[in-house]
């Protein structure tokens, strides 16, 4: 039989598929005409001349968008740059959606006779899907772009990739919500508050991990984030012997582990203060990334001309909803 939290999920499962839609395979002729898209995109993006096929891609104003290929290039960049985008759940969203929330799921109880039921509420609410508008000017100079052997495309991807997945990461795990997304340390529930204040311990995050339901402590799902400064205090501990408790057990390019767990360590989250959230646990399959559409690039000639630059405009429209607030707790260390 399925319970409240099992049919939510399943809900949610279906209400992301629903909202990115179901992608079909591609006939021979779209494939035909998106590769002659993304060549004379990249033409445009060079010399500022566009041809009448651009006007499929145009959104105005000199804005284009960007190629199938050049998307997908992008999307694997930014994985590489925001931590989140590693394992949280990324959808493909056309407008603002209201997601359904529980925090509670309610309890059975034992009744003496004539006494009255209790402990049956469920704790219903609701998130928005926005979509923020996060941008930024790349500048290159003339003689780069008439340098056939300089490649515009993989100059734009990494310093895009490089500085939209610093400013997503910093609002998924900061944001106020004002022009931004609203940020996890808002969003997910205190499961544990330190033992002692401004300092962070192995216990500490034991009653993390156990603060979670045991539907989300999977070993292959949820995971550890955590700051640069948790992670530093936690590699510090030593037994009796002087021994460091927290061995590293890695290969390269693999991530670091804790009780089992994987863990990331994140520039974005708080050091361990008095009153900072300074790490998370629970499954980041519920943290959903909504992205509109495609990306778009804009070439810009007049404004750097002086300094014989060209500029580039590139811009996303994404946010951030931990949908399953139950499914990630925070740490929060004691004042």
């Not at 930024?136 to 100079?141: G, K």
């Not at 670091?256 to 050091?271: A, E, H, I, K, Q």
């Amino acid at each position: 039989m399925m319970n409240n939290v099992d049919a939510l999920q399943a809900r949610l499962n279906q209400l992301a598929e629903e909202i990115s839609g179901k992608k079909k395979e591609p006939t021979v002729d779209e494939i035909k005409r998106a590769e002659a898209y993304a060549h004379d995109f990249w033409d445009t993006m060079r010399t500022g001349m566009p041809n009448a096929s651009m006007n499929i891609g145009s959104k105005g104003s000199g804005a284009f968008i960007v190629p199938d290929t050049f998307s997908d290039t992008l999307v694997q960049k930014l994985e590489d740059e925001n931590i989140l985008r590693k394992i949280s759940r990324v959808i493909t969203s056309n407008s603002k959606k209201a997601i359904p929330l529980v925090f509670s799921n309610g309890s059975a109880c034992w009744v003496d006779e004539n006494d009255s039921y209790a402990g049956g509420e469920i704790e219903f609410g609701q998130a928005k899907i926005d979509l923020h508008k996060l941008g930024t000017i790349i500048r290159v100079s003339d003689e780069m772009l008439e340098d056939s052997g300089f490649d515009l495309e993989k100059y734009i991807a990494d310093t895009f990739a490089e500085r939209i997945g610093a400013a997503e990461e910093q609002a998924f795990f900061t944001g106020d919500g004002i022009a931004k997304p609203i940020g996890l340390i808002h969003q997910a529930p205190v499961g544990v508050v330190t033992e002692e204040a401004g300092k962070i311990s192995l216990d500490d995050i034991i009653d993390l991990i156990y603060s979670v339901g045991q539907q989300y402590r999977s070993r292959e799902k949820s995971v550890l984030v955590m700051s640069n400064g948790a992670y530093q205090q936690l590699r510090k501990i030593q037994n009796m012997e002087g021994k460091r408790i927290w061995e590293k057990n890695l290969r390269d390019g693999e991530p670091y582990t804790l009780f089992g767990y994987r863990v990331f360590v994140s520039n974005c989250l708080p050091d361990p203060e008095p009153g900072n959230i300074t790490a998370f646990f629970g499954d980041f399959n519920w943290f959903w990334i909504a992205e509109r559409g495609k990306r778009i690039i804009k070439r810009l000639e007049e404004r750097f001309a002086e300094s014989g630059q060209v500029a580039f405009i590139t811009s996303e429209r994404v946010d951030g909803v931990l949908v399953l607030p139950e499914a990630v707790k925070s740490l929060k260390v004691a004042e």
